[in-house]
């Protein structure tokens, strides 16, 4: 949708999808537009995008992610429900770690793809893409006849994030020594205006950034604008989820890149995901077996030089080489930075390494001439995200 169309659309808020505790907060501070995601309202303009960006490239952003569903999984077989209903090895991650986990479906397809986060030895938190994870959860655990709870906890995420994200969550836990040594993808519980908060060093930017979970719902508002307060010095401003920073990432957003239809394999980079382990998790052979044969489609960048399209992608565009259709387009948008429109395409294998030229059809039929591109398209060892200061400088990106 348009800019302009955006700004004429009057919204009207039902009973019938549920808000985060940050939702009037976004109102207030002229949130124009909202997504529906996880049956929740999503804030999706404040502003011109490009305004958005540079604002979350240069200094430092608030995002209302409430809407990332946070499924609990927890009881004595809380560990071995988790470890079975992913391809990631849980033995590997530690109380207090966070990992990006694939959970599978019984063919290898991809069922959802959260942020895991290991409460203790037998507590995990998944915190969802746009889907119903959680009842796929239970009905394993029913399946199988664990001794495990899943549940759906009050517990709602806001994002700070850009360069200037340290000094603001800096400030709000002022001589925290955790904080200074909290690395990339690890959590930590804390208080923030005497409001309990989980504190992850993670988000949907790679840029240096922060999830911070609410745990007491009725404490929403207050948090967001202690947090508005700490980053006014450093010129903080409410966002929406930036899907330019995102792309440039490599970064995916589940049922627009990759639906439950699509295995990892097929997604480039995440095939790292599907971890040699001794666990037998759902999905396993398939999977194994598809690491073995190959795929036939994979989804890769797509560049098109010049000046931004004149028409969005609101729907798959197909994509053309040398004038046949050979697959389509799932996300292609104007990168402020590189100053070209960037996106992701899913093509037959032998289409897919960098250079192929490739056109994407508009909906009035007009062409964009393309090539095909390795992910991420900026910093693709996470040096941004995983760097904070002296104390880890080196350290490199685990998620």
């Known amino acids: 949708m348009a800019v302009d169309e955006l700004q004429s659309t009057t919204l009207y808020f039902g009973p019938w999808y549920r808000r985060s505790p940050f939702f009037a907060a976004t109102l207030r501070h002229g949130c124009k537009a909202y997504d529906i995601y996880n049956h929740m309202y999503l804030p999706a303009f404040y502003d011109d995008p490009n305004t958005e960006y540079w604002a979350l490239v240069n200094g430092v952003t608030l995002w209302d992610v409430g809407v990332e569903r946070v499924v609990e999984i927890s009881g004595p077989d809380g560990f071995e429900l988790a470890n079975v ?11 207090g770690q966070a990992k990006y986990a694939l959970i599978t479906a019984p063919d290898g397809g ?49 994002q700070v994030q850009g360069p200037s994200a340290k000094d603001v969550v800096g400030d709000l836990l002022a001589g925290s020594e955790e904080l200074a040594s909290l690395r990339y993808y690890w959590t930590l519980d804390a208080e923030i205006a005497g ?18 979970y609410l745990t007491d719902a009725a404490r929403g508002d207050d948090l967001w604008e202690a947090i508005m307060a700490a980053g006014r010095p450093y010129g903080i401003r409410p966002i929406a989820p930036c899907e330019a920073r995102r792309i440039e990432a490599g970064i995916f957003n589940y049922n627009s890149d990759m639906t439950l239809a699509n295995n990892p394999f097929e997604i480039s980079g995440l095939e790292r995901l599907v971890e040699e382990q ?16 190959g795929v036939t489609n994979k989804l890769v960048g797509i560049e ?7 028409f969005e992608i609101s729907q798959f565009r197909p994509a053309l080489h040398q004038g046949v259709k050979v697959g389509h387009v799932t996300d292609l948008v104007w990168s402020p930075r590189l100053e070209r429109n960037i996106g992701y395409v899913f093509l ?7 250079g192929t030229r490739i056109n994407v059809v508009g909906p009035l039929g007009e062409l964009a001439h393309g090539t095909t591109a390795s992910i991420p398209f900026v910093d693709p060892g996470k040096s941004i995200p995983a760097h904070l200061g002296s104390r880890d400088a080196s350290q490199r990106a685990t998620t």
Do not use: M, Q
């Open 85 to 95: 209903i992913t391809c990631r090895d849980l033995t590997k991650c530690a109380v």
């Open 110 to 158: 991809i069922v959802n793809d959260p942020v895991l986060l290991r409460r203790g030895e037998n507590t995990f938190w998944l915190c969802l893409a746009d889907g119903d994870a959680h009842l796929y959860a239970l009905g394993v655990a029913e399946g199988r006849g664990l001794d495990a709870t899943v549940s759906l906890p009050e517990v709602y995420a806001l």
């Open 195 to 212: 409001i309990p908060v989980v504190i992850s060093r993670t988000g949907w930017t790679a840029e240096v950034g922060y999830e911070v």
């Open 278 to 293: 001794e666990a037998d998790y759902i999905g396993k052979a398939a999977l194994e077996a598809i690491r073995t044969r």
């Open 304 to 310: 098109v030089p010049g000046e931004p399209l004149a």
């Open 348 to 354: 037959p294998i032998e289409l897919s390494p960098p």
